[in-house]
């Protein structure tokens, strides 16, 4: 019996059964397409070389080591994948278009092939000519790196194939199309077969494959999220247009900490690891200013400070605004409500900023207590002390509840010179000499000690 057609969202990857003009998973218009079988053709009878063989869990130990990794000496892009380059392995890199990826695995893969790795680089958006440009802006054209400017997927498993490399990227998967699937390259049955077909050849080969995905708004082509269950690492890049900064975030890892991130700086010649992220993030901070807060973060397994901004006024709207930059906005509205429901301080009437400077997202509840003291401090006209640093996550209740890493973030907050913090009571904080940590039990003590009110 033939199967039923299958559809698929472009923006979001989810399956539907039949056509619809919107898709229910994530709400946008007009992005459902006909799946294209992909058993069709001879591109994936070389799969499965071992088929039909499974072997005991205890033998694993013995038959294969675990696999060396291998370091970039960008310590910012070993970090962020677990601690190097494993071989064998598939890592999706997506990220708005424009945002850097193309000029960030550039310098990747001169780095790996500076180490040692074979590299290879694949372009399908621009000439060669133009990744040679590209390469000496960077000042990257003496490393020894294989470029290849080609869509076809046949083309480019020849090519790898011949080349043997150890590490080979991708740019872009939205660019590549298998000519034995009948969509056009960028459709999510493109996407999925390119990806499919590049991440088994990784496994079989035993090399590491880098694909780029641009994230796509509209839906004309398929986002990276089709095909971040395919691969073993996922990472993306973001950072605001107007900021230099930007950020390589691990959302899914097999070989190390998700969440982990790196951050770099977009230069004139490239970007340039920022190792030291807490001190770019706080190195714009002048004098201590009401609805400033420096927030003691972690993110993966590092600690990093960074500035938040808020900001209180009247508002002429009946309606009155929110908005958050860098953060969540739901959780704003429920930090606003514990305020007033529980400290009797309302919002109604005022418009509220909220903005996490530099361009840095936080997505960790422990932010709570530095969002509530930012906004209590915008809204009583009162700074802060600027050496003090704040974290501590908020309950419906009003209490305030430990955090993780306590001790992390406040030897962080030490080395960069604040004096004191503001944490919730029962945080396991050790002893800092010299440092000062003020506990509070609840929002409602928080305030009546910061603030007095
Ligand atoms: P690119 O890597 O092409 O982005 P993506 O591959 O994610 O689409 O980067 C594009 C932007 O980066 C472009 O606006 C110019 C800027 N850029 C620099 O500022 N400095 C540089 O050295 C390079 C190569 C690019
Ligand atoms: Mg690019």
């Known amino acids: 019996m033939a199967k039923a057609n299958q559809f698929s969202c472009n923006a979001c990857g989810a399956s539907h059964q039949k056509w619809s003009g919107r898709c ?38 013995t038959e294969e ?16 994948l677990g601690g190097g380059l494993v071989p064998a392995s598939a890592i999706l890199v997506g990220g708005d278009p424009g945002i850097g990826k193309s000029t960030l695995l550039l310098q990747a893969a001169a780095s790996f092939a500076r180490v040692g790795l074979k590299s290879v680089y694949i372009s399908g958006e621009e000439a060669s000519a133009q990744v040679r440009m590209r390469a000496q802006r960077l000042g990257l054209t003496d490393a020894p790196v294989k470029l290849g400017t080609e869509t076809n997927l046949r083309d480019i498993l020849t090519t790898l194939e011949n080349e043997k490399p150890d590490i080979a990227i991708i740019d872009s998967i939205q660019t590549m199309w298998a000519d034995n699937v009948g969509s056009s390259p960028g459709s999510v049955s493109q996407v999925r077969a390119a990806a499919h077909e590049l991440t088994s050849f990784a496994k079989r080969k035993g090399l590491a494959v880098v694909l780029v995905g641009h994230v796509t708004k509209d ?25 230099q900064f930007r950020i390589l975030r691990a959302v899914k890892n097999r070989f190390g900490p998700a969440d982990e991130i790196g951050v770099f700086e977009m230069t ?127 309950s419906l209740s009003g209490a305030l509840r430990p955090v993780g890493q306590t001790e992390n973030r406040l030897k962080e907050a030490k080395k960069l010179g604040f004096t004191g913090a503001i944490a919730p009571a029962r945080s396991k904080t050790g002893t800092q000499s010299g440092f000062k940590v003020q506990k509070m039990s609840d929002l409602t003590a928080f305030v009546g000690d910061i603030f007095g009110a």
Request: net charge negative; glycine share 10%; hydrophobic share 45%.
């Open 24 to 61: 229910d998973a994530c709400g946008e218009w007009n992005s459902i397409v006909e799946d294209v079988p992909l058993s069709t053709g001879p591109a994936s009878k070389a799969l499965g070389a071992a088929r039909g063989r499974s072997i005991p869990l205890s033998d694993l130990a």
């Open 65 to 80: 080591a675990p696999p060396p990794r291998t370091q970039s000496g960008m310590a910012e892009l070993d970090r962020v």
């Open 268 to 394: 004139g010649a490239g970007l340039r690891e920022v190792t030291n992220p807490s001190a770019l993030f706080l190195s714009e901070r002048d004098k201590p200013a009401p609805g400033s807060v420096v927030f003691a973060g972690i993110e993966g397994t590092r600690p990093v400070l960074c500035e938040l901004q808020a900001l209180v006024a009247p508002s002429p709207h009946s309606q009155p605004r929110r908005t958050v930059v860098g953060w969540d906005s739901g959780r704003l509205a429920m930090i606003l409500a514990v305020l007033e429901a529980r400290c009797g301080i309302p919002f109604a009437g005022l418009d509220v900023y909220l903005n996490v400077a530099g361009g840095m997202k936080i997505t960790e509840p422990a932010a709570d207590l530095a969002v509530a003291a930012a906004l209590l401090s915008a809204r009583e006209d009162a700074a802060l002390p600027s050496d003090t640093v704040v974290f501590g996550e908020i």
């Open 219 to 243: 839906g004309q082509i398929a986002g990276p999220r089709v095909i971040e269950h395919m691969v073993d690492t996922v990472l993306y890049f973001e950072g605001e247009r107007g900021h």
